[in-house]
């Protein structure tokens, strides 16, 4: 199976229709989205699978992410419901140091339709 990005009106709709075997963690929802963007930065390599190219920052319109401390080789993410909502964590970027990235997934998340997010980076 491929993972997605799932907005939260498809989200909602696909719990609405499904049995609870069926159906998806909001959280899990909220990494897959986050985990298919982050993976939109890479592209294939033949040596050793896969990298990240300045280029293709730019094509996604975050080229200052390049700048940003990132670990590209082993990011990752997870989801936490808070009382007024998610915080969407990214593993292996520098605490605090990575506004640009954020800034995208918390875009992206925000017009997919989740209002009440909030994206941080730690290593």
């Known amino acids: 199976m491929i993972d997605r990005p799932m907005t939260r009106e ?28 982050l993976n939109l930065c890479y592209v294939p390599d033949s ?11 730019g094509e996604l319109g975050i080229e200052a992410v390049g700048r940003e401390a990132i670990n590209w080789g082993d990011l990752y993410s997870y ?12 593993e292996e970027a520098s605490d605090g140091a990575c506004p640009e990235l954020c800034r995208w997934l918390w875009q ?10 909030t994206v941080k980076t730690e290593w």
């Open 47 to 57: 040596e050793c699978g896969h990298h990240v190219r300045t280029e293709r920052l």
């Open 10 to 37: 498809q989200w909602l709709k696909h719990q609405e229709l499904h049995i609870s075997a069926f159906q998806i963690p909001e959280a899990e929802v909220l990494k897959r989205n986050v985990d298919w963007l």
């Open 79 to 90: 989801a936490q419901r808070l009382d007024d909502g998610w915080l969407v964590t990214v």
């Open 108 to 117: 992206w998340l925000h017009d997919w339709g989740w209002p009440n997010i």
